[in-house]
């Protein structure tokens, strides 16, 4: 019946697109960069790390790279814990970017040595065969120039030391660049290196329950590397009774990464503890 009042009509419609309005787009303004989104062990960059920034911009490096990792489990597994926007604050502008060519950088901070990256900004087949991202062996022989950098870090009002923009001098783009990668992803505590902690001792040992449970974990998780009754196959045979508990725990939790064995931490450790017990303790076919 509102229909057949124009008048009345257009201003309730009014009204409820307003109210979407400031409900959607005003009220977030008040409600993110609050006080309680400030980290307080994130810091700015610092003038090195700065000058590799711009590089990273200048080069684009951020069509193939995201910088921020998804409160999703697969991003969370393979590149740690997840991104906070106060993480992001001396970001200008912000480098999350959309596509990811290349793995996603947020965490990459203390991920390798320097020389690692060094060797593969230089030429990234000779670290990763496949690899299909450009060289960048140029930015070695660009020298940085201090007193640009310094201008830099007044406009966006990052303190510095006149020793830092001292120190910039007979440093190249190169050192900028694995300085600001060094730098990603440190502003809060790393999450928890994937190993044990505590004590290492067999909850259920020879548990039937734990052992048919580790039965079906091993049959989801296990079986297309060591085959079905784990008589091996891309991985080895796992011989039963072969193993100290403690030391098999060990290898299933962390891995064997450098050889292709993956970490099964997040599976947790009680589910561990089960593949544990039925690797150790089934029975021979
Ligand atoms: C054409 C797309 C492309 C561009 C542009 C690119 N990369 Fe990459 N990047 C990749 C790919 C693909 C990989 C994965 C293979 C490898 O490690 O080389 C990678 C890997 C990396 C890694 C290792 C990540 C890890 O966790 O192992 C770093 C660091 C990196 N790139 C930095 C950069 C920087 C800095 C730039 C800009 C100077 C850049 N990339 C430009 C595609 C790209
Ligand atoms: C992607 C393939 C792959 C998957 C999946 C896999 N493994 Fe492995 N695993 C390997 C490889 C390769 C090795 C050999 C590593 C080495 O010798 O350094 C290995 C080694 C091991 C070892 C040490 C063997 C020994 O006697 O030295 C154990 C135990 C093991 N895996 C258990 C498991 C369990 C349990 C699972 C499932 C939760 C699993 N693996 C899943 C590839 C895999």
Redesign the pocket.
């Known amino acids: 019946m509102w229909e057949k009042k124009p008048v009345l009509f257009l201003l309730l419609a009014t009204v409820a697109i307003l109210v979407g309005t400031i409900v959607t787009m005003v009220l977030p303004f008040a409600w993110v960069n609050t006080e309680a989104d400030r980290i307080t062990t994130v810091t700015p960059y610092k003038p090195l790390e700065q000058a590799g920034r711009d590089v990273y911009i200048r080069e684009g490096c951020n069509n193939c790279h995201t910088q921020t990792i998804r409160p999703l489990v697969a991003d969370v597994l393979r590149y740690g814990e997840y991104s906070k926007s106060g993480e992001f604050v001396y970001d200008r502008p912000h480098l999350w970017g959309s596509r990811r060519t290349g793995p996603d950088l947020a965490r990459i901070g203390g991920k390798y040595p320097d020389a690692w990256h060094t060797q593969h900004m230089e030429a990234p087949v000779s670290m990763i065969p496949k690899s299909n991202m450009p060289a960048y062996a140029f930015l070695k022989n660009h020298p940085l120039d201090p007193a640009y950098i310094e201008k830099s870090m007044k406009v966006l009002d990052f303190p510095y030391t006149p020793a830092e923009i001292a120190a910039l001098n007979g440093k190249t783009e190169m050192d900028a660049m694995v300085a600001y990668l060094q730098k990603l992803g440190t502003g809060i505590p790393k999450a928890a290196a994937v190993t044990v902690v505590g004590d290492l001792k067999n909850p259920f040992p020879k548990d039937p329950a734990a052992m048919q449970a580790g039965q079906q ?2 049959a989801q ?2 079986v ?3 085959g079905a009754d784990g008589e091996g196959g ?3 045979e ?1 011989e039963p009774g072969s ?1 100290d508990d403690a030391a ?1 725990f060990e ?2 939790y962390s891995g ?1 990464t450098a ?4 970490s ?1 931490a997040a599976l947790g450790t009680t589910k561990v503890w089960q ?1 544990t017990n039925f ?1 150790n303790y089934r029975k021979e076919h």
């Open positions: 974990l091993f998780n296990c297309a590397c060591h891309i991985g080895p796992l193993y098999l290898m299933i064997i050889n292709g064995m993956p099964f593949l690797v």
